[in-house]
């Protein structure tokens, strides 16, 4: 085992750094064998048999051609909690859960009525159902696929979200009678143009719909759902937002433009403008 793990953090080195290969081990092994890290550690003497060894090759020749592992394994952590993801959806960043930590904590309310548009995997609203006591949780997404994700996702997870197909940039087209508490969103928000400097596994294996704005627009959907938030949102609730760390300041100008006098910019643990919380 000690050198079958030593060949996989060679081989994945070519395209990891060595804390990514450490990780991505370990995932490998729980998925393989079913051992915890400490498992891997008190096990290194044994043999592994022939069949696994051949799996786990085939799983490493994968990343080797840049797929995810979160791909490879079909599911990603988020939350502490596991969601299956696939092309169609965005793999859950750590970033976000910055932004779903944030939101539990400053959530003063019983009850909350909460809305989380582009949803994809449902990351934002199932872990947000799963700590906030009696929320009522919605979700949108233009993507019938990820639609059909969230909802698995919520079922495997154990709670219970709406989930409804929405183009929110034609967002009054739809007929919507409620209000919300909490609006949260992580629209897309990378600009065409910094497509370049993308790490490539992200832009050739996660949906293009999902990331990138054009150059021209860059803040369409914050300006989009700062506008259905008018209507939309109870005269007390809270828009929570992640953002692109170089537009901070335009969006917080946009944000109170919309008529939201409260707007809080905050870093994320790599200290990069990476959401906003605001109130009228
Ligand atoms: N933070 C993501 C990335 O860098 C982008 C998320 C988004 O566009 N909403 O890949």
């Keep these: ?69 979160q791909h490879i394994l079909g599911k990603a952590d988020f939350f502490g909690l596991t969601f299956y993801v696939n092309p169609h959806v965005l793999i859950p960043r750590q970033e976000t859960e910055e932004l779903v930590d944030w939101i539990i904590n400053e959530n003063k309310l019983a009850a909350p009525e909460i809305l989380d548009i582009g ?46 197909q929405v183009d929110i940039l034609q967002w009054e087209a739809v007929s919507i009678d409620k209000t919300f508490d909490i609006i949260v969103s992580n629209p897309p928000y990378v600009k065409e143009e910094e497509k370049k400097l993308m790490q490539e596994h992200v832009v050739s294996h996660e949906p293009h719909l999902a990331l990138f704005v054009s150059n021209d627009d860059p803040l369409i959907f914050y300006r989009r759902i700062a506008e259905f938030a008018q209507q939309h949102l109870s005269p007390e609730g809270t828009l929570y937002f992640e953002i692109n760390e170089a537009l901070g300041h335009e969006t917080v100008s946009l944000l109170q433009e919309n008529g939201f006098n409260n707007v809080t910019l905050r870093k994320d643990i790599n200290g990069k403008d990476r959401m906003i919380c605001a109130t009228r």
């Design 119 to 164: 949803t994809g995997s449902g990351c934002i609203p199932v872990s947000l159902a799963k700590n906030i006591p009696d929320a009522e949780v919605s979700a949108y997404d233009i993507s019938a696929e990820a639609i059909s994700i969230a909802n698995q996702n919520a079922k495997n997870n154990a709670v219970s979200i709406r989930t409804r």
């Design 1 to 69: 085992m000690r050198r079958l793990f030593d060949h996989i953090r060679e081989k994945l080195s070519v395209r990891y750094e060595p804390s990514e290969c450490e990780s991505i081990s370990f995932l490998i092994f729980e998925h393989i064998l079913g051992y915890s890290r400490l498992q891997v550690h008190l096990k290194k003497d044994e043999t592994i048999p022939d069949a696994k060894v051949t799996e786990i090759e085939e799983i490493l020749n994968r990343l080797v051609e840049g797929e995810p592992i």
